[in-house]
């Protein structure tokens, strides 16, 4: 269980990132912290005991135990859509930076929400 | 019929692919063939919606059969609630692409524009469509990713600014979605929602599902923009250009927040009287707080893009109370009446706001300008934009005979019967100062002294006829009051949410 505390840590973190540093790019990297512990958190509830990697060869051990495939095909996705999702907030990073010539939030801040 | 339902996917996301690929050696081809596939999509939903749904249709994805009851495939499930939504799409896509054929023409990399919305319909379809969690995540994420870009089309500093923050909040909901699907995955070992359902009958209370549903209800608010959520949506709807406005406001927020909302927790978890609570509670804060953001605000965008949250207020307290009557088992035909209204204030909404921000940008693409108190006077100058601004912004603030005011004295009607009489309050307050808001909207931009030198003149023929043919759903929306058409359109759709646990039984007896 403590792994999946941890887990939930990491994600804490990335989200305290987030919300406290001013730095664009360093928000980015908050961003994908934060990310990567919900991929993290995948590969964990598809992990069992003992389990073996989920392929039929022809000498199997008699009631064999595999681990869940699902939540990594499921990860693998994900990990390319973060990629996406990555590439484009540093894209527009470096666009801001290309107008305003800072990457400060604080001085970045035409818009009132 | 089953075989139509991939088409919705496809057929955008082909658009997407084949435009930046051809669309430079072939002049036009983006343009035409987006909207020649938008319109095909809009008369296919018409026909869905009018030939009649009696049972959801499935089509699995690769063929794969259930096997021993558990569905192996991925779903895609076309029923009363899906086709309703799906209409709204096309129609409002097709609009906004015509739209754009002439207004788009001042920003450089037309294609890339088309390809992007094309991408961006597609994900709304599928988000729409699917019956599987992840596949959910995945279309939601298209769909979201391509409005991240469009925002950013005009990349000066303001669209650039309100793209970044729009990332950020949107990449925190897409997170918290992501990690309640491996919350429910853990508990369930299955992605299929109707199985899910099936397997949560019994074990819907614990704090594990709670939690989850606390998660899926902060993602989808944030993509949905109710009120604790809603920072990013003034900045990035009126930074984009303004058919992305329509699209964003019009379309998405509803597509990919509200419409997974309704399915998730009508059709997915049982209902539980704390979350349907909060549901309402969120409802009605985003109705009161957003109405009164919106009234000081003098950047016609700005305006309109608050307007929405409140708009949108009225369509989730609307269905919240229907929740909240369907817990306690107060009579079913109230919160049926409750949940139509929603309903029915969510196609009105699409159509209104989406007239409101094309208007809008109307105005921005003669007068440069969103301020409205450098307006005035357009009222000679523009015949068509003023009439139909004027019908959306009667429509919005609910005046009889226009489609507004139907769907709110549903809603009103519905909170009384149900004895939420605070309700009923808000909902007429909110409705007067909406109806204040746009006064002034009228007064300031189309019949002050005009301050312009310059002359100007109407917007380009598509420009001008997709307005008209919004301002003429305004009314015709109308008929939807009356029991023939409402059996139509709107039961099917209702009872969609009222069956809660229909969906599962069917899906899974395929």
Known sequence: ?113 | MSNLVPLYVILPLACAFLIPVLGRFIKGFSKTLLSLVLLLLTILSFHVIFSGLEQPVAYQVGGWEASEGIPIAIYLVLDGLSAFVLLIVSLIGFLATLYSLSYIKRYTAENNFYALLGLMIAGMNGVVLTGDMFNLYVFLEIAVIASYALVAFGIEKTELEASFKYQVLGGIASLLILFAIGMLYWRTRTLNMADISGLLVNSNHGPFMTFTQILLISGFGLKAAMIPFHAWLPDAHSSAPSPISAMLSGVLIKAVGVYALLRLFFNMFALTYEISLVITVIGTLSMVIGVFLAIGQWDLKRLLAYHSISQMGYVVMAVGMGMILMVQGGERSVAALAIAGGLFHMINHAVFKGLLFLNAGAIEYVTGTRNLKMMGGLFKSLPVTTTTSLGASLSISGIPPFNGFFSKLIIIVAAVKGGFYLLAILAVLVSIVTLASFMKFQRYAFFNKSTFSRKIREVPFPMSISMVVLVIFCLALSLLIFPGVREVMLTPAVDVLMETTNYATTITGM
Do not use: H
Request: hydrophobic share 55%; aromatic share 14%; proline share 4%.
């Open chain 1, 1 to 113: 269980m403590t792994v999946y505390y941890m887990c939930f840590l990491l994600f804490l973190v990335g989200l305290y990132g987030m919300v406290t540093r001013r730095n664009l790019i360093k928000i980015v990297i908050s961003f994908t912290i934060m990310e990567f512990s919900v991929f993290l958190f995948f590969a964990l509830i598809g992990y069992v005991e003992n389990g073996e990697a989920p392929i039929l060869t022809r000498n199997l051990p008699e009631n064999p135990v595999f681990v869940d495939p699902l939540p990594q095909a499921m990860v693998l996705t994900a990990i390319v859509i973060g990629l996406a999702t990555s590439a484009l907030l540093l894209a527009i990073a470096i666009r801001l930076y290309k107008k305003y010539g800072t990457f400060n939030i604080r001085e970045i801040n035409n818009l009132r929400g």
